[in-house]
Structure formats: structure tokens, C-alpha cells
């Protein structure tokens, strides 16, 4: 059984980049495995880099600051988060230059699925269709009441968080009880830990990994399951590449390029060709 062979086969050393821009042209199912690092140019800090986010929430002293993302500590006081949630706010009107790119494997009918940890919900401000894309982490796309469900875009309560306020919904105010702190609260639906990922990443990640002839693992320290695990879910006949600003030495990689992945694709970029070039990274309102 060739397949079963390959799944074994030890990681060749002598995949070169002349062999990544012959596979990008050829590939048809590419599939994107993307984390914070593909919007820090814009200015979101990642969470676990020397300056990242986890860097800045020192002042809280809390014991872990994942802690900030967390379910429970939500219920217990939604202002904490409300507290920090700014500085990871997406800038209107900008995606980098990553998103573009992967905006242009779509366009080029290659990209099979962009599987992204981030929340800012920039892979949409940039085109990428939903069948294309599984927001792991869910979004600031949108944002619900957690007494009533009520579901509103994101973006209603923006201004709430630049000003660090508790946003809570008119409906539910009404009938506020002030001894319940979550009452009426609304969260982004973004998934806290404690929370389960969307069914749509369950239902289609194996199909997905036995079907993609190219992984692109792009800005991620791959430290959060279940993302961690989806390339190793790849057969090992499938390349798999790493983009990032650092190496992941623990991680089988085919090749790494080691960077600031919005210079790593302009170089693949201007290397594969004219109708490779990345078109310029803004949106209208
Ligand atoms: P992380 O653990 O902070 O890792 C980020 C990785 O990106 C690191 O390995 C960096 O080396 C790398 N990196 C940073 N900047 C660049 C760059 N310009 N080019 C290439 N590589 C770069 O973050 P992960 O995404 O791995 O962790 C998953 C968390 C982060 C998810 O739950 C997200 O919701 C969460 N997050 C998302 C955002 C966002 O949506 N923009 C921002 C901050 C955190």
C-alpha cells in the first residue's frame, strides 16, 4: 500500500525552496495552517513573542495569563478581558500582506482551506470565502448576549471595547439583576479556553489533511490543541512548510523559512512570476 509507505517514510532533508515554488505551482489543494504571526505587522501583538500580548498583561499579575481567555474567569468578571481586549482590536481598513497572499491562492482556485487560530477576523476582510476558511478560535466577527443568545456583528461593540466598557445587550438591560455580573454581558464569539471548537473544523479536518497536496503552517507557535495536531494528522508524502519569524525545532518540517512571513511571500512571490504578484493589502468599507 504506497500510502501506508509514505505515511513512514522518514523526513527528507532535501526539500529545497526551487522544490516549494514547483509544488505551489503545481499544488491544486493547498492548505494554510495560520496563527497570530500573520497580523502582527499590522500592529496586533501575538500572544507568546518577547512583546506579545501575554509580555503586556504582566500588569495584571495574574498567575496565567491565558487566564484572560478563559471561560470561567469570564463569568467571574467579564471586565478583565474588557480590560485587555483593545489591544488586540483589528485596525480597520488593512490586512497584511500574508492575507493577501492567501487571498491570491484562492483566487488562483488553489487554496483548499485556511485553518486560522486568529480572531481578527482579517481572512474575511480580505476575501477569503466562508467555505474556505475555519476560524478555529472563532471571531470579533460577531458577538452574542450570554443571557439571551442574541447574535450582533462584531463591530457593534467596538467602540465599548476601545473604551475598555462591558458591552451589554439593550434587551436583556432591561431586566438587568445586578447580582448576576454576566447578566447581559455580550462576548465576542471568540472560543475561550473551555470552550469547544466550531463543528465545522471537527467535520472537516480529516478529509482535509488525507486530500491537501501542500501544508503552509504560517505564524504559529503551535503551542494550542487541537491546531497543534493537524499537521501531523498530514500523510508524510505531503510537504509540509513552516513560515515563521521562529523555528519550531520540535516540529517535522520539510523546510522553514524562518522570517517575517510578509517578506517570505513577497520572495516566493516575486520568484514564481507575473501573475504571482500580491495585490496590495487594504479594503473599502
Ligand atoms: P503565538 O503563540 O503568540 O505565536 C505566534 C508565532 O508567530 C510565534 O511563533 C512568532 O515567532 C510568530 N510571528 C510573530 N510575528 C511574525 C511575523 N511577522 N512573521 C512570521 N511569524 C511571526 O500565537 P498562535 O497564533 O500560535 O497562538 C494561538 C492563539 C493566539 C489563538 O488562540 C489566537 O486567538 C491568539 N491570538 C490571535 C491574534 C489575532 O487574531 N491577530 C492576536 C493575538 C493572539
Same mark, same amino acid.
Given at each position: 500500500d504506497y500510502n501506508a509507505f509514505a505515511?513512514?517514510?522518514a523526513p527528507t532533508n532535501t526539500y529545497t525552496i526551487d522544490n516549494l515554488l514547483s509544488d505551489l505551482k503545481s499544488a491544486k489543494r493547498i492548505m494554510i495552517v495560520? &496563527?497570530?504571526?500573520?497580523? /502582527?505587522?499590522l500592529g496586533i501583538p501575538d500572544f507568546r513573542s518577547f512583546k506579545g500580548l501575554y509580555a503586556q498583561l504582566e500588569h495584571l499579575n495574574l498567575k496565567d495569563p491565558q487566564k484572560v481567555f478563559d471561560m470561567q474567569? %469570564?463569568? @467571574?468578571? +467579564?471586565g478583565v478581558f474588557y480590560s485587555i481586549a483593545h489591544l488586540v482590536l483589528p485596525p480597520e481598513g488593512k490586512y497584511s500582506m500574508l492575507h493577501s497572499f492567501i487571498k491570491l491562492l484562492q483566487d488562483k482556485d488553489k487554496l483548499l482551506r485556511n485553518y486560522t487560530q486568529n480572531i481578527d477576523n482579517l481572512e474575511a476582510r480580505a476575501g477569503i470565502e466562508p467555505e474556505k476558511l475555519i476560524q478555529c478560535h472563532g471571531s %470579533? &466577527?460577531?458577538?452574542s448576549c450570554l443571557t #439571551?443568545?442574541?447574535?450582533?456583528?462584531?463591530? @457593534?461593540? %467596538?467602540?465599548?471595547?476601545r473604551h475598555q466598557h462591558v458591552p451589554r445587550c439593550? /434587551? #436583556?438591560? @432591561?431586566t438587568v439583576q445586578e447580582a448576576v455580573i454576566t447578566h447581559? !454581558?455580550?462576548k465576542p464569539d471568540i472560543t475561550f479556553f473551555g470552550e469547544d471548537l466550531p463543528k465545522r473544523f471537527y467535520g472537516l479536518l480529516e478529509p482535509d489533511c488525507k486530500s491537501c497536496d501542500l501544508v503552509l503552517v504560517i505564524g504559529t507557535s503551535l503551542k !494550542?490543541? +487541537? !491546531?497543534?495536531s493537524i499537521i501531523d494528522k498530514v500523510p508524510r508524502k505531503t510537504p509540509r512548510i513552516l513560515i515563521n519569524k521562529d523555528p519550531l525545532p520540535d516540529r517535522d518540517f520539510d523546510l522553514s523559512l524562518i522570517g517575517y512571513c510578509d517578506d517570505v511571500v513577497s520572495y516566493l512571490s516575486q520568484h514564481l512570476g507575473e501573475s504571482w504578484k500580491i495585490p496590495h493589502p487594504s479594503y473599502d468599507d
Amino acid at each position: 500500500d504506497y500510502n501506508a509507505f509514505a505515511n513512514y517514510q522518514a523526513p527528507t532533508n532535501t526539500y529545497t525552496i526551487d522544490n516549494l515554488l514547483s509544488d505551489l505551482k503545481s499544488a491544486k489543494r493547498i492548505m494554510i495552517v495560520s &496563527g497570530a504571526g500573520i497580523s /502582527t505587522s499590522l500592529g496586533i501583538p501575538d500572544f507568546r513573542s518577547f512583546k506579545g500580548l501575554y509580555a503586556q498583561l504582566e500588569h495584571l499579575n495574574l498567575k496565567d495569563p491565558q487566564k484572560v481567555f478563559d471561560m470561567q474567569a %469570564f463569568q @467571574k468578571d +467579564p471586565g478583565v478581558f474588557y480590560s485587555i481586549a483593545h489591544l488586540v482590536l483589528p485596525p480597520e481598513g488593512k490586512y497584511s500582506m500574508l492575507h493577501s497572499f492567501i487571498k491570491l491562492l484562492q483566487d488562483k482556485d488553489k487554496l483548499l482551506r485556511n485553518y486560522t487560530q486568529n480572531i481578527d477576523n482579517l481572512e474575511a476582510r480580505a476575501g477569503i470565502e466562508p467555505e474556505k476558511l475555519i476560524q478555529c478560535h472563532g471571531s %470579533f &466577527g460577531s458577538a452574542s448576549c450570554l443571557t #439571551c443568545r442574541n447574535r450582533f456583528a462584531g463591530h @457593534k461593540i %467596538f467602540d465599548h471595547i476601545r473604551h475598555q466598557h462591558v458591552p451589554r445587550c439593550s /434587551t #436583556c438591560w @432591561k431586566t438587568v439583576q445586578e447580582a448576576v455580573i454576566t447578566h447581559g !454581558v455580550i462576548k465576542p464569539d471568540i472560543t475561550f479556553f473551555g470552550e469547544d471548537l466550531p463543528k465545522r473544523f471537527y467535520g472537516l479536518l480529516e478529509p482535509d489533511c488525507k486530500s491537501c497536496d501542500l501544508v503552509l503552517v504560517i505564524g504559529t507557535s503551535l503551542k !494550542v490543541e +487541537p !491546531v497543534a495536531s493537524i499537521i501531523d494528522k498530514v500523510p508524510r508524502k505531503t510537504p509540509r512548510i513552516l513560515i515563521n519569524k521562529d523555528p519550531l525545532p520540535d516540529r517535522d518540517f520539510d523546510l522553514s523559512l524562518i522570517g517575517y512571513c510578509d517578506d517570505v511571500v513577497s520572495y516566493l512571490s516575486q520568484h514564481l512570476g507575473e501573475s504571482w504578484k500580491i495585490p496590495h493589502p487594504s479594503y473599502d468599507d
